[in-house]
Structure formats: structure tokens, C-alpha cells
């Protein structure tokens, strides 16, 4: 656990994140949605997805949103604060793909103290899950 | 649809954009220790600001907080959702777009901004407005219009907390989708292994990739003047003769030039995908993946081996590795 928080000054622009690889589940999905209170069936229901067009239930928004968070606090570290998540959605993460995140600070803003990282979370079978920007405030004195 | 029914249809649409999907919703649970617990559970977010009590109180952030990914989670309607979801605005616009024929949905883009911590005991209302919806525009998945709608997150003083937009796509799915839906429906669990793109074999090359399957690369060689060319093409650039045989490849060479394909990555191939530009021996160049080494390892004029082999159920290629 990631219990140092980076400063502004001594992050990078280029400054690549460790990949994450998360291995999908039905246990993720559905544990996800649930936590996040999204009982929409598709996340739940095999059935309810494949009548949509899908051969298995589906990650939710929210919690594609929430590894997202997840990853770049894990990197920032506890006295971050998250300002923003942006999240263009593209294939659907179902059990027994594999998502690997990776991402690099693309952006600073001195006046605001914000870092911008560049992400994209892949699956191993129809590639891109979801990508976009997290924008992140980190303190900016030890 | 008629350019009559496109304009009753757009009108009636259109007729929603500005207002307020219904009441704003006050979150059943105030944020609480629990949900963030049991939120952080799944996505494994072990950050000590969200569940050490000691830890947060002397962090810069004074105590616990929740993650902000959960800003949406506090006001969601529940397990009402799987049983009679509550009729409101959104989901009246979505009946007539489904009336009409726009029966699919595609969640594209969110666009959550977070304006402070929210700590257990803060209560959260969303107001929710349907704020724009597009043109009719043509997408791979079929014709259809994007919805934004924007969701306000105040607190029990009425302050904003947070703001969320949300595009989908409501679209009427195009026979390709529809059939590909059937199969993938009816078919296995599993959807099958991703392949590579397959290369086009036209009148001019597909004599190339045949030699390709049977493990060979070959080399165009002009019948007038003897000059070797690639890729193949029907008329000799030095002497304009049409007449053409071809001889099989050493498959040695070196990399005149090379580059690493990040973005967009392409389901079925394999990563890091090295490409190059291969001198062979006999002179000609071709573009092949490198495989057997690593991105850094790369330079130009590098010694490399060809190997014709197979990389998934329908392509064999010229794979080069170090030599
Ligand atoms: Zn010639």
C-alpha cells in the first residue's frame, strides 16, 4: 500500500505509471456493481446481457471509473484529490479478459497544482476498454 | 422514416433537451464508512485515507473520506433498478427513441469533476438534466443521436460537490450488428480469440500471400531486365515490362528502419508490436514485425533472421528475429 504522497515539483511530464493488470471476473462485475448500487441487469444477469447482444454480463461505468481512481491515487498517493475523470468508453471488459491499465503524465499546471495522466485500459480480446484523462492535485511542499 | 417522421420524431425529442429528468434525487444513504468499505473492497483501493481512521485523521485530509469515484453511487435508485425502475424523463426519451426504431444504447463518455471531499455524514442529492442531444449522426454501430445529460451534486447545504456528464448513444442498430448480435448470442460463452486484420489479396498479390502459406517469401523478379521488386506489382518500374517471375528469399536481412505501435492497440496482436522496414539480402525492403526482442534492443542495421510462420487461426507471416 502507497502510504507517500508525490509532490508536484518532483513529477515529470513523459513520467510514465506502473501498469496494472486486472484480471475480469464475474466476481469484479457483479461485485461492482453492486457496491456501486447499479442493479442494472446486464451487470448481473447473463441472460439480460446476452439479449442485448453480448455472450456474458458486462463491467459496469462506475466501476471502470472507480479502477481508474484507483490506479491513479495508487500512484499519487493518500493526500492527493482526485478533480477529474474523464472517460471515453470503448469495449466492453467481460469475465475472463484481462485489462491492463497503463498511463503518463501528459499535462502540469503550476497555478493549480494539477498533474493531468494520460490512461488507457486495454482488454487482451477486443482491446481498448476505456481511455482519457484524470486530472489530480498533488501538494506541492514535502 | 420519412423526412415527415424525421421531423415529428426530431420535434418530439428535441421537445426534452433543458429539463430536469424529474425531482432531485436525495441519496438514500448518507456517505458512510460501509459503502466506502465495501467500494474500495472491489476495486481494490487500499489507499489509508478511505478506511484507517488513525491514519486519515493525521493525514492532510483530517479524516476519513470517501473515494470520489463514489460521488454517482450515493443517489443510485437501487435494487429497484432490476424490478420496476421508477419512470422518469431520461427513460420516457428513451421509449420514443426506442419506438422509433433507436433501440440500442452505448454508454460513450463520462466526465465526472469533483469539487471537494466528501466525508460520512455529508448527504447528496443529484439533479439531473437532459441537456443536449445531437444531430443524427452515423456511427459503426448504425444511425442515431447522442443524449448528454448533467448531473448536479449538491450537499445538505446546498453547496455543489461535484458535477457528472454523460453521453450515450441511442442508435438503430445496422444489419451488420444485428446479425453479429445473433451470432455471438446464440453461439459460444466465450467469444472466439481475436485474429489479426487480414491482408486484402487482390489480382496483383495474392499469388505473394499464397506463397506466404506455403512458408515462403518470394521476391518479384522482372522477365525484360531482371530487376527485383516489392511489394508486388503487375509493371517493372525500370523497363515497363509486364512479364515477371519470382525468386524465394534468403530471409536474411537488416532493419533499415523500425517503430513501435502504442495507440490505438488492436486486439489479436501482440504487444509491444515492433514494426520494421527489412532490407533483405537480395535488396529489396519489406515491412514485418520484429519479434525476440525487446523495443530497446532495436537499431537500424540490425542484423535479422526472416521466419515464415503462423501467428493466429488465419495468418501466416514473415516474422523477423534477431539474427
Ligand atoms: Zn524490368
Not at chain 1, 470503448?90 to 490512461?119: C, H, Q, R, S
Amino acid at each position: 500500500m502507497n502510504k507517500t504522497t508525490r509532490r508536484y515539483g518532483s513529477v515529470a511530464i513523459g513520467e510514465k505509471l506502473p501498469p496494472l493488470r486486472i484480471d475480469i471476473t464475474s466476481g469484479l462485475i457483479i461485485g461492482g456493481a453492486i457496491a456501486s448500487r447499479d442493479f442494472t441487469p446486464v451487470h448481473h444477469d447473463k441472460a439480460a446481457a446476452q439479449a442485448g447482444g453480448l455472450p456474458d454480463i458486462f463491467m459496469n461505468i462506475l466501476t471502470s471509473n472507480g479502477l481508474i481512481g484507483r490506479y491513479v491515487t495508487d500512484w499519487a498517493g493518500p493526500d492527493c484529490t482526485l478533480k477529474r475523470i474523464d472517460v471515453k468508453l470503448g469495449a466492453p471488459n467481460l469475465p475472463g479478459f484481462v485489462m491492463t491499465i497503463t498511463a503518463e503524465v501528459n499535462a502540469k499546471d503550476d497555478a493549480a497544482g494539477t498533474v493531468d495522466i494520460a490512461y488507457s485500459g486495454d482488454n487482451n480480446v477486443w482491446g481498448t476498454h476505456m481511455s482519457g484523462i484524470v486530472r489530480v492535485a498533488l501538494p506541492k511542499e514535502a | 422514416m420519412t423526412p415527415e417522421e424525421t421531423r415529428d420524431f426530431e420535434a418530439k425529442i428535441r421537445a426534452y433537451v433543458g429539463r430536469e429528468v424529474g425531482a432531485p434525487t436525495r441519496g438514500k444513504d448518507d456517505v458512510n464508512p460501509a459503502m466506502i468499505r465495501h467500494w474500495t473492497e472491489v476495486t481494490g483501493d487500499e489507499s489509508p485515507v478511505y478506511c484507517d481512521q488513525a491514519f486519515a485523521a493525521k493525514s492532510s485530509k483530517g479524516g476519513i473520506i470517501a473515494p470520489p469515484t463514489m460521488l454517482q453511487i450515493w443517489s443510485m435508485e437501487g435494487y429497484a433498478m432490476c424490478q420496476r425502475p421508477e419512470m422518469d424523463l431520461q427513460r420516457e426519451l428513451h421509449k420514443i427513441f426506442d419506438a422509433h426504431g433507436f433501440v440500442g444504447v452505448l454508454g460513450t463518455n463520462t466526465s465526472t469533476d469533483f469539487y471537494r471531499d466528501l466525508r460520512p455524514g455529508d448527504q447528496v442529492t443529484a439533479h439531473t438534466v437532459i441537456d443536449n442531444i445531437s444531430e443524427r449522426k452515423t456511427t459503426a454501430r448504425g444511425v442515431g443521436y447522442f443524449i448528454e445529460t448533467v448531473t448536479k451534486f449538491t450537499d445538505q447545504h446546498g453547496a455543489d460537490v461535484g458535477r457528472q456528464v454523460f453521453r450515450v448513444l441511442k442508435f438503430m442498430p445496422n444489419a451488420e450488428t444485428a446479425e453479429a448480435k445473433a451470432s455471438t448470442a446464440g453461439a459460444a460463452d466465450k467469444p472466439a480469440p481475436p485474429t489479426r486484420i487480414q491482408a486484402p489479396r487482390g489480382h496483383d498479390n495474392a499469388w505473394w500471400w499464397e506463397a506466404i502459406d506455403q512458408g515462403k517469401l518470394m521476391i518479384q523478379r522482372c522477365k525484360g531486365c531482371g530487376t527485383l521488386r516489392h511489394p508486388p506489382r503487375p509493371m517493372c518500374g525500370d523497363c515497363n515490362s509486364t512479364e515477371w517471375d519470382a525468386i524465394e528469399s534468403s530471409l536474411e536481412g537488416e532493419v533499415y528502419s523500425f517503430t513501435e505501435l502504442h495507440y490505438p492497440k488492436f486486439p489479436g496482436y501482440p504487444y509491444p508490436l515492433l514494426c520494421a522496414v527489412v532490407q533483405l539480402r537480395e535488396g529489396t525492403r519489406l515491412i514485418a514485425n520484429l519479434a525476440g526482442c525487446e523495443p530497446e534492443q532495436v537499431f537500424i542495421g540490425m542484423k535479422v533472421r526472416g521466419k515464415v510462420e503462423r501467428v493466429d487461426d488465419k495468418t501466416v507471416l514473415p516474422n523477423f528475429y534477431p539474427a
